[in-house]
T-cell receptor, first 109, second 115 residues
């Protein structure tokens, strides 16, 4: 079946450093969504990517969708303590919707 | 405008018991999906309801069943509870019957503990 993997599993950064998480699918995806889950909270939608090679930016966050539509990345520039949480990618192929295991980000002040 | 609400917040059951979790979608949303999130893992898709019917199902046994009401609210039922069913159960609502291209709004979840 379809599998979605993310690396790294954990990332500890000093405030102000950059952070990147990578998402890889075993199959070509129709689209990919990114969610953020704060400790003790629920996933919150960040963005959706649909087109091959698509790049979207939200302030300090940059999202990319690979040319082959099998991988994606989220890059945060100059992390802040408010960026703490787990970042999940979720890919769909038809109506099959699969979350990755997430990357847990810790930001040290 | 209320977001997605879930009840109860926490629940403790023993093995073999049955449980019902409830979800009210965001106003205007017609589709409800249920996820199981074990500690330290990503949400696992259980099933999705649209127009009061189960549209799609993940890799979960028949012990997991659900229902959607005419007002779009939904219930998740789990029978013959196992210790491994302990998890955070998340409900997510979206528009127009599909998760593929629609943003999902998650509720706060129900924390189920099976002893």
């Amino acid at each position: 079946g379809q599998q979605v993997m993310q690396i790294p599993q954990y990332q500890h950064v000093q405030e102000g450093e950059d952070f990147t998480t990578y998402c890889n699918s075993s199959t070509t995806l129709s689209n990919i969504q990114w969610y953020k889950q704060r400790p003790g909270g629920h996933p919150v939608f960040l963005i959706q990517l649909v087109k091959s090679g698509e790049v979207k930016k939200q302030k300090r966050l940059t999202f990319q969708f690979g040319e082959a539509k099998k991988n994606s990345s989220l890059h945060i520039t100059a992390t802040q303590t408010t960026d703490v949480g787990t970042y999940f990618c979720a890919g769909s192929r038809g109506q099959n919707f699969v979350f990755g295991p997430g990357t847990r980000l810790s930001v040290l002040p | 405008d209320a977001g997605v609400t879930q009840s109860p917040t926490h629940l403790i059951k023993t093995r073999g018991q049955q449980v019902t979790l409830r979800c009210s979608p965001k106003s205007g949303h017609d589709t409800v999906s249920w996820y199981q999130q074990a500690l330290g893992q990503g949400p696992q898709f259980i099933f999705q309801y649209y127009e009061e019917e189960e549209r799609q199902r993940g890799n979960f046994p028949d012990r997991f069943s659900g229902h959607q009401f005419p007002n779009y609210s939904s219930e998740l039922n789990v029978n013959a509870l196992l210790l491994g069913d302990s998890a955070l159960y998340l409900c997510a609502s979206s528009l127009e019957g599909g998760t593929a291209y629609n943003e999902q709004f998650f509720g706060p979840g129900t924390r189920l503990t099976v002893l």
